[in-house]
């Protein structure tokens, strides 16, 4: 099983729509959460951190979901600039960090 | 401000011939990572050195693969021989050792084994 599973899509939604993507993760002594963004062509970036208490960073917001393990990112009110490829990512141990395959995302005008 | 510097950006090579990637981390930065990113498998870890010494290699395919860290500023990867199947983009990244730590990714290299 991998260590973090993530819907590849692609997610095709129109702007000003709000979207949700959800991974799950494998390993229940998972320390840190996080969201990366990667555009095309381009190296990830951080997005955002995830929290226990769940977390807003502007349009998008982060949740944690320690028993059923998984994690979810909200976007809403979707811009054409946020199309691009959104990565699920898991610290276990020290440095372990584990990233889903990906889930895209194109916001359609 | 400098970030993860990675060369070469792309490289298109023969099968069998040896492939050296280069990468400069951030400075002061003290976890040096090198992934590996395809469409099949996506981002998956090949090794990472803390202060310069290997802690994990276990991602790393076989032993075609290598990886160094001479110095604090400076690692390679090497793949020899290489295979059209080690056609990837293959990421360095840096971080710092604090709880809950970004790591930051280089541009990557783009290679292609023909």
């Known amino acids: 099983r991998k260590e973090v599973e993530q819907d590849p899509g692609p997610f095709n939604v129109p702007e000003g729509a709000t979207v949700a993507f959800n991974c799950t993760y494998s390993n229940s002594a998972s320390q840190s959460f996080f969201w990366y963004r990667q555009d095309c062509r381009k190296e990830p970036k951080l997005l955002m951190s995830?929290?226990?208490s769940g977390n807003e960073d502007g349009r998008f917001t982060a949740q944690l979901n320690r028993a059923s393990q998984y994690i979810s990112l909200l976007i809403r009110d979707s811009k054409l600039s946020d199309s691009a490829t959104y990565l699920c990512?898991?610290?276990?141990?020290?440095?372990?960090?584990?990233f889903g395959t990906g889930t895209r995302l194109t916001v359609i005008p | 401000d400098a970030g993860v510097i990675q060369s070469p950006r792309h490289e298109v090579t023969e099968m069998g011939q040896e492939v050296t990637l280069r990468c400069k981390p951030i400075?002061?930065?003290?976890?040096l990572f090198w992934y590996r990113q395809t469409m099949m498998r996506g981002l998956e870890l090949l090794i990472y050195?803390?202060?310069?010494?290997?802690?994990?290699d276990s991602g790393m395919p076989e032993d075609r693969f290598s990886a160094k860290m001479p110095n604090a500023s400076f690692s390679t990867l090497k793949i020899q021989p290489s295979e059209p199947r080690d056609s990837a983009v293959y990421f360095c990244?840096?971080?710092?050792?604090?709880?809950?730590?970004?790591?930051?990714f280089g541009e990557g290299s783009w290679l292609t084994v023909v």
């Open positions: 990512v898991v610290k276990t141990g020290a440095n372990n960090l584990f």
């Open positions: 400075s002061g930065h003290d976890y």
């Open positions: 050195f803390n202060n310069n010494v290997p802690i994990d």
């Open positions: 995830v929290y226990s």
């Open positions: 990244a840096s971080s710092f050792l604090v709880p809950g730590n970004t790591i930051y």
